[in-house]
Structure formats: C-alpha cells, structure tokens
C-alpha cells in the first residue's frame, strides 16, 4: 500500500507520512493524529506535527520549497544516501517540505509491486462538455449551487471565529512560453531611457517589431523624438491627449511598462512629492485615460522597481494595492508589481540584465502573483537573483511563541484618530487597563458625544492631551509631539490610526478625493515616524485595512495607502534592527469593526457573510487580535473574522483568478462593503431575491467593462456616485470626514 502510494500516486500539496510497523500501527496512528487535529479545533495538521513517526506539511504553506534547496549534485548524494539508509524520519521530514523523492530507491526487504487501491467516493454525475454560452452559464450556476450547498453543510457546523493571516514571500520560478508570442505596442513611464533603448535593441537583435513608446516627465505635452513623449505627471489632461495621440497613430499599448530605479529618501518630503507622481498618480491617470478609451482589449500593467540593500520600497511596494484594485474593477486588466534588489553595494543591476528580467515578466504566461520579489542569493561565490511571490497564507499563534505584551500602566501613548471610532475604543482600553497618559490628536474639534467619552476617560483613571493637528502637515506633527513631551515628558507607544476614504471607482476618482485618502496614510505616518524617531517607544503600530492587501472595489487610493502601511512598516523594522528606531513596528490590516467609524447596513452585512464569509468583527475580538499581534514578532498582522471555511475559499478563489481575466467576488471585507454598497444602489430590477445572482451580475458588469456594462445596468456614473453618495450618508464618523 506505501509503495503504490509513493510510486502510483501524484504527489498533492498537502502532504502526510506515517511511519508504521502494521496495518494496526498505521490505523492507531492514524487516528491519533486526527484526534489531536480535532482537540486542537484546527483544520488537523495546520499545527506542527506533534505524533512521533507522522509527519504532516503543505507545500504551498512552507516559506522555502526544500526541493530547491537540495538542488544540485550534493543534494541529489544526500538524498540517494538517505534513500540507501532507509532513513525515513529525515525521508519524511524531507517530503513534507516538497522535496521530490524516488520511491524506487528505498532500500526494503522486499521487492513491492502495486496493488489496487479504493478510488475516491465519485458523486456519479454527468457533466457533457457543450460550447455554447447558455451551457457554459447553466454550468457555472450548477456549480455555484453545488458549492453553496458543500460550503452551507459545513457552515452550519462553523462558528465566526478569529483568523490570522499573513503576506508569506514564497520561493517561484518564472514560467515563459518557448514561443515569444507577439506582446503588441508596449508605452514605457520612465524618467531615463537608458532601459528603454535597451529593451529596444533587444528587439531589433530578436527581429521583433513590437513598437515602444517611451513617456518621460516633463512641464509640458510634447514628442521630443519617434516614439518618446514627455508629459507633465501633474496634469491629467497631458494622459487625455498622450492616448488620444497613440491612437492615431494605432499606436493604443496593449502593456504598461513602469519602471522606477531611484530609492526615495521618505524624509524628504519634496522625492516623497516626486515618487507619488512619477508612480501611483501617473498610472491612476493613465489608466483612467485608457478606461475612457472604452479600449476593450486585455491590458497588462507591469511595474518595475529597485530596491537597496535589505530595505523595500514602500511607495513603490504599496502600487501592489493599487494594481489589485485596478484588477477588480477591471477584469481585462493585468497588473503586477516586481520589486528587483540592487547588488550589495547598492549597484542597479546592469541594464541588458534587467531588460531580460523585464521581459521574462512580461512574456510569463501566468499572471496569477501581482506581488513579486527578486532577492540576490550567493551560490559558490557568485551572485544569483531568487523570485518570490506573495501569498496570504493563514496560521495560528502559538502562545509559547509570544513575548509579553509591550503594554505598562501609566505609561504615554499617542493616537492619532485619537477621537474617531476605533480611536476612542482603544483610548478606552488603555484608560482602563493601564490608566494611560493619552495624546488624542484629530483635526476636528471634539463634538459633543466625544467630550462625553473623555470624561468617561478621565473616570478609568487616564489622563487626557487632545491636540487637534493635521497630521499630514509636518509643522502639526512636530508640535503633537512638542505639547505631549512639554505635557508628559516622553512618549512610550504610538498608534496611528487616522484615515479617511473616499470611495469611487478608478474611472470617476478624482485626483483631490486621492490626495485625501493618501494625506494620513503617507505623509502623516512619515511624519509621525520621523518626528517620534528620537523617543523610546515600546512599539509604532499602523492602522492599516485588508483593502491594502486584496484590492477593493472603488478603493485604489485606500487601498494602496494601507499597502504603504503594510510595507513602511517593513522598512521600518529595518531601521529598528539597524538601531535607528526604537519600539517594534506592526502594520494591522483590519476588516470591518463592528463598532468603529465604518458602519453598513444589516442588508450589507447579511450579503457580505454570505458572499465572502466575513462578518464584523466584535470589539472584544477586535482587542484580543491587537494584543496577538502586538506580542507576535511580524510586522504586519492581517484580521479576518467570520466563518473560517468560506473566508479561506474566498481567498484561494481570490489568489487564482486574477489571470484568468473573470472578476472575483468582493473577497475582502472593505471590497464587500463597497460591493454590498454598489448592489443597493442598482435597481431592483437588477438584484434577486435571493442574491445568488448579485456577484455573476456584478461579475458580468465587470468583465465588460467599466463603462458599457455598467451603463448596461443603469449607468456607470450613477452607480459609482450612488455608492459615494451613500458612503456619504449613514455614520456620524462618515459624515465627519465627508466620505
Ligand atoms: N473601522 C473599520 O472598520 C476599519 C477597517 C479597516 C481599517 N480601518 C482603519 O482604522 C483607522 C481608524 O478607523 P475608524 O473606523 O476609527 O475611522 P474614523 O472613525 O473615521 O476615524 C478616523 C479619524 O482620523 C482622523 N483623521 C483623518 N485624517 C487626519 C489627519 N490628517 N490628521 C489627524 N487626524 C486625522 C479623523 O478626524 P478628523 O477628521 O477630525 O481629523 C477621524 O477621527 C483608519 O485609518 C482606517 O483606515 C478601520
């Protein structure tokens, strides 16, 4: 039965060894381990193997693929000598990790043969292949039917629970087709041309005659040389007319090529300025220019950037948040971000090199990441590049694993936000478990409602510093943390949780609604982090959103604030490490809270529990991930709650249909809202009963495009500014922001 297993069977993912003496050995073990599995109420195995002689891993789970790792001659001695020694412990251990094992070579007593072994239980349906679409429709409704019903049995015996995720950096090979096939006209963003000329020799050299065009920064709207454009960043009428031009000139590109070697130096503000131009703002207008074209062909948006040393490069990074929304609203587009590390003494790679990379990147055939990573590695003295990708991938804190709560009674913590809904609920918990000194800092005055919170404050024991400042504004910044050092003389935790949004899709954003949302999420954290850099604080926790890391309908600029978040928050773990900073930095990418400023309707919550599985998340619970997180030793923390099953599907569905050019469901809970938002505002004759159609309608829209589909419900503008309009609506907190 082993030998069939090993020798007659693919080998899954999900892996599991049991070593056993007997049949009787194999069936005790066996059933150990999935008790263990259900005592542990975990998905079984999910948790380190802790049976003696059963070993169990996923390889899409494990950091490194232990496979590459022995690669090579010695690996394969190593192997073979294992194999020879019947060692299976390390066999196992081995396996589990993803290293391929020839089975044939094991050393037995015996020689096995294979024998017939029981097939999976199949459900005996029929599912004739036809072609046409109404079939291919019926198909994808059984489908879902089926689906629902699987996923409804075991909800029903599901509770909403707590859920940890993370961003893993996942070691993968690149897959490029043998065939170059033709990649159409190519527009390049660049501030240099020296890529651009290369990438060009290098298609004359291969006999290709894909056009590029190259489009620089400039003051005004003018073509310099054939097929080299400069264009004001700053003026999105430039994009207007630079597309207006490719197309006389049937020069329309069919790939976005956004290339951006220079590091930026986040303390200053003015390459901060410069950075967002030439790279968020440049590709939101660009995109919204070709979006207006109604130009219906497949559009794949690559963007390049250069990393120093072991630093990322959060403004460029955090376009992965961007691109994921650009995607979501627009199925026909691909978009990804690859990050390239500079050598070690921070020299750019050489060009022909690069240019090979960039277009390994273009030509892959799957799509599928949007978030990738080269690292340089040394193997027998010389230099190699290692690709990554980016996963979300769940876990379980393991209490012996967490280090104490950087908490302490009396202590000084700033929160910017300080007065709006999660705000107030963390000042409350600090009042009242630590009897904290609190710097509350928001722009607004504080209304009549928050001064009553205050004195309820001031009752636990705290005490209290409002400050009203714009935290975007450095002259504010410095003097929130001037007044609560003059106030408390030191200052022991920070946490930054001020935001807005302003929620609309890419095609009707306005660049000023942009500048609102990234103001707090870029400038104030840069900001907060400088003007704190001399304090010794015992942890800088960011208030991020998931939206920052799976995309959100109508949330572009959200979205990729709370990426910068996510990724500053990397960036400043370096500088920790490096002694720069003091007090450990964790990025939470929260969903929806039950009690924060964000409020939807009981409708849109039902939709959105029923469509993604995630549900509001109660404060308590809310409280209990802040302490997790805070104790783990991740820089970012991601907090999904509701039912485990359907998030998990959501996801995987989310991670392996982006290339596939068909629109998955709002899978993330600020993508939901926005969903469940965008889904009242259609008329009635638009929605079902039931809501099974809502996202095959909404999918249908999407895949059509933004303009046409949309209107072909009522009108891409009325439903865009519907959802504005009710953003606008419900929640004093909203309204205080004017979302
Ligand atoms: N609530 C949720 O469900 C949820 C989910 C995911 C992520 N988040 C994140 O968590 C944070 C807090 O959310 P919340 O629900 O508490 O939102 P909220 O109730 O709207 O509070 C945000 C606060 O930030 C302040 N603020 C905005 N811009 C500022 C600036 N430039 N300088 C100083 N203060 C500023 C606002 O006050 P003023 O307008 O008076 O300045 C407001 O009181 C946000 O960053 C949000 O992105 C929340």
Known sequence: MAYTSQAGRTPMNARLVVIASSVEDLRDKLNQWITLGKNKDIHPGAGPAELNDVF???IREVQYNAGDLIEGPAGKAFLADLLANNDLEKLARLWILGVEIDWSLLRRDTVPRKISLPTYPFAKERYWVRTDQQALASRAVQKN???????????????????????????????????????????????????????????QNASCSDPIVLVKPGKSFQEIGPNIYIIDPEREEHFHELIQNLKGKALL?????????????????????????????????????????????????????????????PLGTALGGFFKTLTLENPRYLAKVVDVQSGSGNEEMPLS????????????????????????????GKQGQARYISQLVSHTPVERELSALPLKQNNVYLITGGLGGLGLIFAEYLAKKFQSKLVLVGRSVPGVKQEEKLRQLKGHGAEILVVQADISKWEDTERVVREARARFSEINGVIHAAGVNRDSFIFNKTSEEMKAVLASKIYGTINLDVATGEEKLDFFVLFSSIA????????????????????????????????KRSGRTVSIDWPLWDEGGMRISKDDIALLEKQVGLSPLPTQDGIQYWEDFLRSNGAQGIALYGTPSKIA???????????????????????AVLFARQVSCWPDQCRSRSGRALPLLLSRCLQEGPTESLEGCRSSRRIADGARLRSESPSPALRAEGR
Request: glycine share 4%; hydrophobic share 35%.
């Open 56 to 58: 169990y891993g996923n």
């Open 145 to 203: 039917v089926l689906d629902t019903r699987r996923v409804t049995a075991r909800e029903r015996t599901e509770e909403k629970r707590k859920t940890y995720y993370a961003s893993q950096w996942t070691l993968r090979s690149i897959a490029v087709p043998k065939e170059k096939p033709a990649v159409g006209p190519m527009l390049m963003l660049d501030v240099s041309d020296e890529l651009f000329l290369t990438m060009k020799e290098q298609l």
């Open 253 to 313: 590109p069919r790939v976005i090529l956004h290339h951006c070697s220079e590091v930026c130096n986040l303390e200053v503000k003015e390459q901060v300025t410069q950075h967002l131009n030439n790279g968020v703002y440049e590709l939101f207008y660009l995109s919204k220019a070709l979006m207006k074209e109604k130009q219906q062909v497949p559009l794949r948006f690559l963007s390049v950037l250069s990393s120093h040393s072991e630093g990322t490069t």
């Open 353 to 380: 090199e690069k240019a090979n990379l960039v277009w390994e990147e273009i030509y892959e055939e799957d799509w599928t990441a949007q978030e990738i990573r080269y690292r340089n590695y040394m193997d027998e």
């Open 548 to 579: 920052g890391v799976m995309g959100n309908l109508g949330q572009s600029d959200y979205a990729y604030g709370n990426h910068f978040l996510d990724s500053f928050a990397e960036t400043r773990e370096t500088l920790r490490k490096a002694e």
């Open 649 to 671: 599907a959501s996801i995987a569905q989310k991670q392996v249909v982006a290339h596939k050019n068909v629109a998955a469901p709002a899978a993330s809970i600020d993508a």
